[in-house]
């Protein structure tokens, strides 16, 4: 077997090889007329990447399925349970064939949150250390609205003939989640953002989805700092 160097290259510390970086989002749900549906998996996908090349540590892709809350119909999600087994399937494999020990998880989904309850056994049956790194849900918004929309012109992703349809919340029920009625209720944060959408629209506004990149790319940094001291 060949010594690899691990010193080699532009890495922030040796110590990184030990450290995935892996996106976890939704590649099949509605977001209204101007974004892909899976535009979750596609904003994940670019903060894991993006923060795998400033530390050095490995990119692991994305994680395929998605959890969704029952009354927030707009997709194609599977259970709880069956995403967990496909997260603990997947890092087993970065284990076996990469020699990982940490973990950042990026979610991109709100949907997903639910997961963070399940961490403690993930760890326990991969015997991996994991971050669950939430900062682009917490900061982009409403579903489906401005945040969104900016972080998808960055990315190329975004029809803006389909723009001004975008707020149109009684044809696109997704946006802002505005046409569920029973997780706005549930919810404060979300009927606050079906709201915003409603009353406000939308608008995309390019700097503002780099920043929103920016804050959730340098959040990674800071977690992949915690792990090599870990």
């Known amino acids: 077997m060949a010594e690899l160097r691990y010193r080699a290259g532009k890495i922030k510390d040796p ?11 939704s590649h099949l749900e509605n977001h209204g007329p101007a974004l892909p549906i899976d535009t979750d998996a596609k904003i994940g996908a670019h903060i894991a990447f993006q923060s795998s090349l400033k530390t050095g540590a490995k990119f692991l892709g994305i994680i395929f399925p998605a959890y969704e809350l029952d009354e927030i119909d707009h997709g194609v999600h599977v259970s709880l349970d069956e995403l967990k087994d496909n997260v603990i399937e997947t890092l087993d494999s970065a284990k076996k064939f990469l020699d990982i020990e940490k973990v950042v ?3 991109a989904h709100g949907g997903n949150i639910p997961l963070v309850a399940e ?5 326990d049956k991969t015997g991996i250390s994991i971050i669950f790194n939430n900062k682009v849900i917490s900061s982009e918004g409403p579903h489906g609205g401005s945040g969104e929309l900016s972080m998808a012109k960055v990315l190329g992703i975004l ?4 723009l001004e349809h975008q707020a149109n919340v009684d044809e696109y029920e997704e946006v802002g989640l505005y046409g ?4 706005r209720e549930n919810d404060p944060n979300i009927e606050m953002g079906a709201m915003d959408v409603k009353e406000n629209g939308v608008y995309v506004d390019e700097d503002y989805g780099k920043r929103l990149f920016d804050l959730a790319i340098n959040s990674v940094l800071l977690d992949v700092e915690k792990l090599l001291d870990f």
């Open 105 to 107: 998880i990026i979610n």
């Open 15 to 25: 110590g990184v090889h030990k450290i995935g970086i892996i996106a976890l989002g």
């Open 119 to 123: 961490l403690w056994d993930i760890e």
């Open 180 to 183: 569920f009625k029973e997780a």
């Open 159 to 162: 029809n803006e003939n389909e």
